[in-house]
């Protein structure tokens, strides 16, 4: 009977250190999914307050500058279409909220470049107020949506490791939604062709000169300007707005 003691007493050890192993896998999924929602909530509060300034930005704007409309009009769709998302998913994050509030963003951002040609406007103390909240507005909304998005793909990573994988699948832990820009200009990476770089003669710089108007056409020089998006691209988390 002695030499069975030892061996049990391993099994129940093992068993012990499992089942605690267990517990705890389970009690940082849950502590990680609150986190996860109450960081959400700071970026839902700074999207609400974006909601509520907007109106008054684009109401301060038609006073000065009429001939802008159709921007206005996008904006003010934008806003009450996100809005309604925001409803409809009862404040939880999806994709297409995201898009929406990053058009949205964008939106907003052109028409505070756009202003830069109305110089009344421009002095105009309300809509210099409004300016400075709706970019104070964007850098939290930027900042908590990184410190959410980290928190999603600490706890996402969890949810698909191995074995933590085992205590999510067995208590329905599902993974969480990012907030950010799923936007495929942004994200497109230039093409670039090595290959092609790499068999070019080296007398080919100075021949370039001396090719004709149809040669050059079949391998044309982008213009500077065309690759704008790419290289010019701001963070979509921090939209560039202007003090």
Do not use: C
Request: zero cysteines; glycine letters at 4%; proline letters at 7%.
């Amino acid at each position: 009977m002695e030499f069975l003691i030892f061996p049990l007493l391993i099994i129940v050890l093992i068993a012990v250190g499992v089942i605690v192993w267990g517990f705890s896998a389970y009690n940082g999924f849950v502590k990680s999914r609150n986190i996860i929602q109450e960081s959400w909530r700071q970026i839902d509060v700074e999207l609400n307050r974006r909601y509520e300034l907007i109106p008054n930005l684009v109401e301060t704007v038609r006073g000065y500058a009429a001939h802008e409309r159709n921007t206005l009009e996008q904006i003010t769709a934008l806003r009450n279409q996100a809005r309604a998302l925001a409803g409809q998913t009862h404040g939880e994050p999806s994709q297409q909220r995201a898009a929406v509030e990053q058009q949205l963003t964008q939106a907003v951002q052109g028409l505070l470049v756009t202003v830069e040609a109305y110089p009344d406007l421009k002095s105009n103390t309300n809509f210099l107020q409004l300016q400075r909240e709706l970019t104070d507005t964007e850098d939290r909304i930027a900042a908590a949506r990184r410190f959410y998005n980290a928190n999603v793909r600490d706890y996402n990573t969890r949810v698909e490791s191995v074995p933590s994988n085992l205590i999510a699948n067995f208590a329905k832990f599902e993974k969480a939604t990012y907030f950010e820009v799923n936007d495929p200009i942004v994200r497109q990476a230039p093409d670039v062709n090595f290959g092609e770089i790499s068999q070019r003669p080296a007398a080919a710089p100075q021949a370039t000169p001396q090719l004709g108007a149809e040669q050059q056409g079949a391998n044309p020089v982008l213009p500077p300007q065309q690759y704008a998006p790419e290289t010019q691209q701001q963070p979509a988390d921090r939209p560039p707005f202007q003090g």
